[in-house]
C-alpha cells in the first residue's frame, strides 16, 4: 500500500508539470491581456507597458514560465495583479470558503442520498422506487441558480428562515483563526456564531448538493440492486442473518466501491468550486475566484488557482483509492 | 486653498498645510519629475507644492487648467496623514523578477487616515468593509455607529438580501426589478442624478464614415427615443449630446437627429454610397453599466434600426474587459456601444476625455474642435468657459463622431425606513446623514 501511495504521489509531479504548460499557454493564448483589465476604460499604452513591466509580462515566453515555476517551487504562486496581494494569500481566504461548502454539500447529498438509493433499490420497482428516479432526474436536470435563487425565494424572503447570501451575519463577530467559520466558531467557543454559520450554509449547501445527492442515490440504487443479487448475500439470508445485519454488513458494505468512487469524484468537482452558487449566494470561494481572475486576464492567479485544484483532485481521488483497500480488504495494491 | 477643518481620524493631529504639501509633493511629485525609465504623462500638469501659511498651500501647475478645480473633489486628491503614510509603509514594497512589485506596507489595507465622519474598523476581503462612527468628526456627526459594505455581485441575490432586512441598502439597481421595489411598502427606491451619457461610437477611419452623410444617416436611422422607452425602466432620457444636461456648458441649441429612417435613405444616396452598407457594430457581453445595463437588447434594436434604414450590419460581441475595451480603442470596430459616468463636474470631464486629441476609437482629426476645447480647458472666467463649451458642443453635434443617446438616473434602492441618503452624481456620498430610526 505504501508503494502505491508514494507511486501516486510521484506520479502528480509529471501531472501538475503538464497541466502548468497547459495553463501557462492557454490564459496567454486568450485575446488582451491583465494590464487592459486592470486599467479600464482609459488605459494609456504608457500605462499598459508599466503593468507589463512590472510583472515581468514584456519578458520572453520561456522565461515567463520559468519565472513561475520558481515561484511554484517556493510554495506560493506569485503576486495577484488585480490586488498586488500574494496568490498564497488569497488562496488562504477563498479555499476554506470552498471547502467549508463542498464539505456541507456532500455531507447532505450523501446522508440523503444513500438511505434514498438504498431503499429505493430494496423496494426495487415500486413506488418509492420510481419516486426516487424521477426526483433523481429533476436533482440533475435542474439549473442550479435556478434552485438557489428558488431556494432563497420560498426559505429566506417568504418564510424569513435563513439568510439569503454571505458566510456570516454582519453584526456577528467571530475571530477568524482558520477562515473555517464553523471550525473558528467552535474553537473560539461563539455560540451565536456557530449557529450563524450553519444557518449561512443550510441553503448553499442544499443547491450545490443536489446534484451530487441525485448521481449518489442513482449509483447507491445501481449498486445495491447488484449486490443484492450476489449468492453470499442468499447465503447470509439463508444462515438465517436478520436482515438489518445482512444489509450492513454483506450488501451496503459491498456497494459501497462504487458509490465511495462517485463521492471521490463529486467531491474533487465541489472542491474547484462552484461559480454559479457562490455568486448566487455572494460566497467568496474558489469558484468566483477563478472566473473573476479569467475576465481579469490574472495570470498568477489563474496558474495558481487551477494548480491547486489539479493537486486537490489528485490527493482526493487518492484517498478515494485509499478508502477501497479499507471497505474492501481483498482490494490489494501494489 | 483653505482648509476649514482640523484632525485626522487615527492621528489626532491638526491637518496643516506642510502635511498637505508633503502629500501632494510625495504622491503627485513623480509625475513631475518621473525617475529615469518611469513612464508618465509626457507633462504633467501638476509641477510643485508649497505651504505658504499655516492653513494654506499653493499648488503650481505647469500650464493653466479650469478643470483642475472641479477636479480635486475626486478622491483620488483627498489627503492622508503623512505621519501614517509614513508609520504604515504606505510606499513600501519588494520587487523581485518572479513576482513583480508586491506592497509590503499596511497603510491602505488596515490603517487608513482621514477626516471623514467614519473611520476604518476592519477588511474581510470578498466580505465585509467596516467602518465605525468618527466621534471627532469636524462637521455633522454621523447618526450611525456602524457602516458595513458587503460585496454582492448577484442582482438578484442584492434584491433578496434588501427584501430580508440583511442590507439596508444598495446601488445599481437593474430595471426589471424597479417595478418589484416600487411595489413593496417595505421597500424605496432613490434616483442618483444623470451624470453619464451612452452612445453609439462610430470609427470614421473604417469607410464610408468618414463622410458626414453617413454618420448622419445612422444618426436618423437609430430610434433613441424607442431604446430609452423600452429598456430604461422610466429612468433614462434621450441625450442629444455628449454630456448631461446639468453641467455648465450644455447648449440646448445643438443640431437635433429625429428618427426618420426615410431621411436615413436620402442621406446615404446623397453620398454616392452602395445600399445596403456593411458595417461591423461591436457590443460587449458580460457586463452591465448604469447606461447599458443590457448591451445586447440596446445593440438588437439599433441593428433593427439600422437595417431598416439601409445598412447591413455584422455584429461582433466580446467580453468587456479587456477584449471590448481594447478592440474598441484600438480603432477596430466600426460601430460600438460605449458611454461614459463622469467623475466630477466639469465638461472638461467629458467632452475632453472624449475629443480632446486624436483617438483610434473615433478615427478622426478635427482641428477646430481639438482647438475650442483646448481653449475651454484653461479660460478661467466661467461664463466665457461656459459659452466655448457650448459653441463645442454645437460644433461636435455637428460633425457627429457619434450618436448619443441616452443619460440615465441611476437607482439606489433602500428600506423604506432609512432615511437622509443624499445620492450624489459621482457616487460620493458621506451617509452621515443617515438614519435608520424604526429599521
Known amino acids: 500500500m505504501l508503494r502505491f501511495v508514494v507511486r501516486r504521489l510521484l506520479l502528480l509531479v509529471p501531472i501538475l508539470l503538464g497541466l502548468s504548460i497547459l495553463v501557462f499557454m492557454w490564459i496567454r493564448a486568450l485575446p488582451g491581456g491583465p494590464a487592459q483589465a486592470l486599467l479600464g476604460e482609459r488605459a494609456t499604452e504608457q500605462a499598459v507597458e508599466q503593468i507589463e513591466r512590472q510583472y515581468g509580462l514584456d519578458r520572453p515566453l520561456h522565461e515567463q514560465y520559468l519565472a513561475y515555476l520558481r515561484t511554484v517551487g517556493r510554495a506560493e504562486f506569485g503576486t495577484s495583479i488585480a490586488t498586488r496581494r500574494p496568490v498564497t494569500a488569497e488562496l488562504k481566504e477563498r479555499f476554506p470558503a470552498t471547502i467549508e461548502l463542498a464539505i456541507a454539500a456532500m455531507l447532505f447529498s450523501i446522508v440523503v442520498g444513500i438511505p434514498l438509493g438504498f431503499v429505493a433499490a430494496k423496494r426495487h420497482g415500486g413506488v418509492l422506487d420510481n419516486a426516487s428516479l424521477v426526483a433523481s432526474l429533476i436533482g440533475i436536470s435542474i439549473p442550479i441558480f435556478f434552485l438557489a435563487i428558488l431556494l432563497k425565494y420560498v426559505f429566506a424572503v417568504k418564510l424569513g428562515l435563513l439568510p439569503t447570501v454571505g458566510r456570516l451575519s454582519v453584526l456577528i463577530d467571530l475571530e477568524r483563526k482558520t477562515n473555517f467559520y464553523v471550525l473558528d466558531a467552535i474553537l473560539t467557543l461563539n455560540g451565536a456564531a456557530l449557529v450563524d454559520a450553519l444557518k449561512h450554509l443550510v441553503l448553499p449547501a442544499i443547491a450545490l448538493g443536489t446534484i451530487p445527492l441525485a448521481v449518489v442515490a442513482r449509483i447507491t440504487r445501481a449498486a445495491v440492486l447488484d449486490v443484492l443479487n450476489e449468492d453470499y448475500v442468499r447465503t447470509a439470508h439463508a444462515k438465517g442473518l436478520g436482515p438489518r445485519i445482512v444489509d450492513a454488513r454483506h450488501v451496503l458494505r459491498n456497494a459501497m466501491l462504487p458509490i465511495s468512487t462517485i463521492i471521490g469524484l463529486q467531491t474533487g468537482l465541489l472542491l474547484s468550486g462552484a461559480v454559479l452558487t457562490e455568486t448566487v449566494f455572494a460566497w467568496p470561494g474558489m469558484g468566483t475566484w477563478l472566473v473573476d481572475a479569467i475576465r481579469a486576464r490574472n495570470y498568477p492567479v489563474l496558474q495558481g488557482g487551477i494548480l491547486f485544484v489539479s493537486v486537490v483532485f489528485v490527493l482526493v481521488n487518492l484517498i478515494v483509492d485509499i478508502t477501497y483497500a479499507i471497505i474492501n480488504p481483498r482490494i490489494r495494491y501494489s | ?439
Not at chain 2, 499596511?106 to 487608513?112: A, D, I, R, V
Not at chain 2, 431598416?308 to 468587456?320: K, N, Q, V
Not at chain 2, 482629426?365 to 466661467?382: G, H, K
Open chain 2, 1 to 439: 486653498m483653505c482648509f476649514n477643518f482640523d484632525r485626522w481620524y487615527n492621528f489626532p493631529a491638526p491637518l496643516q498645510s506642510p502635511s498637505a504639501s508633503y502629500y501632494w509633493q510625495t504622491v503627485f511629485g513623480g509625475f513631475a519629475n518621473p525617475a529615469e525609465g518611469s513612464p508618465g504623462p509626457d507633462d504633467s500638469l501638476y509641477r510643485s507644492c508649497e505651504a505658504t501659511d499655516e492653513h494654506t498651500v499653493t499648488l503650481n501647475l505647469t500650464r493653466p487648467s479650469a478643470s483642475f478645480l472641479g477636479a480635486l473633489a475626486l478622491t483620488n486628491f483627498t489627503i492622508a496623514s503623512p505621519k501614517a503614510l509614513q508609520e504604515f509603509g504606505a510606499d513600501e514594497g519588494t520587487v523581485d523578477e518572479e513576482t513583480g512589485f508586491r506592497p509590503t506596507g499596511t497603510y491602505g489595507t488596515e490603517h487608513p487616515s482621514g477626516t471623514g465622519p467614519f473611520k476604518f474598523e476592519s477588511w474581510a476581503r470578498g466580505d465585509r468593509l467596516v467602518l465605525v462612527r468618527n466621534d471627532d468628526y469636524w462637521g455633522e456627526k454621523a447618526k450611525i455607529e456602524r457602516l458595513i459594505f458587503r460585496p454582492i455581485p448577484d442582482n438578484a441575490a442584492r434584491l433578496q438580501a434588501l427584501q430580508t432586512g440583511e442590507i439596508q441598502g444598495y446601488d445599481l439597481v437593474e430595471p426589471q426589478d424597479m417595478e418589484t421595489i416600487e411595489n413593496d411598502d417595505s421597500l424605496q427606491l432613490l434616483d442618483r442624478p444623470a451624470f453619464n451619457v451612452g452612445y453609439v461610437g462610430i470609427t470614421q477611419s473604417h469607410e464610408p464614415l468618414g463622410q458626414l452623410e453617413v454618420r448622419q444617416a445612422i444618426a436618423h436611422a437609430l430610434n433613441r427615443e424607442q431604446v430609452v422607452t423600452d429598456f430604461y425602466a422610466g429612468r433614462g432620457e434621450v441625450a442629444h449630446a455628449f454630456m448631461p444636461p446639468d453641467l455648465f456648458g450644455y447648449a440646448e441649441d445643438v443640431q437635433q437627429y429625429e428618427h426618420d429612417p426615410e431621411r436615413a435613405r436620402e442621406l446615404l444616396q446623397q453620398a454616392g454610397v452602395q445600399t445596403p452598407v456593411e458595417l461591423t457594430f461591436c457590443y460587449p457581453t458580460d457586463v452591465s453599466r448604469p447606461y447599458m445595463p443590457d448591451p445586447r437588447r440596446n445593440f438588437e434594436a439599433f441593428r433593427a434600426n439600422l437595417e431598416e434604414a439601409g445598412f447591413r450590419i455584422t455584429p461582433r460581441a466580446l467580453p468587456w474587459s479587456p477584449d471590448y475595451l481594447g478592440a474598441v480603442d484600438e480603432g477596430n470596430c466600426p460601430l460600438y456601444l460605449l458611454g461614459w459616468t463622469g467623475d466630477f463636474a466639469d465638461p472638461d470631464n467629458f467632452l475632453g476625455t472624449f475629443f480632446q486629441t486624436q483617438q483610434k476609437a473615433w478615427g478622426f482629426e478635427n482641428q477646430e474642435i481639438f482647438d475650442i476645447l483646448d481653449r475651454a480647458e484653461v479660460e478661467p472666467e466661467e461664463d466665457a468657459r461656459t459659452e466655448l463649451y457650448q459653441e463645442a458642443n454645437r460644433l461636435i453635434m455637428q460633425f457627429l463622431p457619434g450618436v448619443p443617446y441616452v443619460h440615465t438616473k441611476p437607482a439606489l434602492a433602500f428600506q423604506a425606513c432609512v432615511e437622509g441618503y443624499e445620492p450624489s452624481p459621482v457616487s460620493l456620498e458621506t451617509f452621515n446623514t443617515v438614519t435608520l430610526e424604526g429599521c
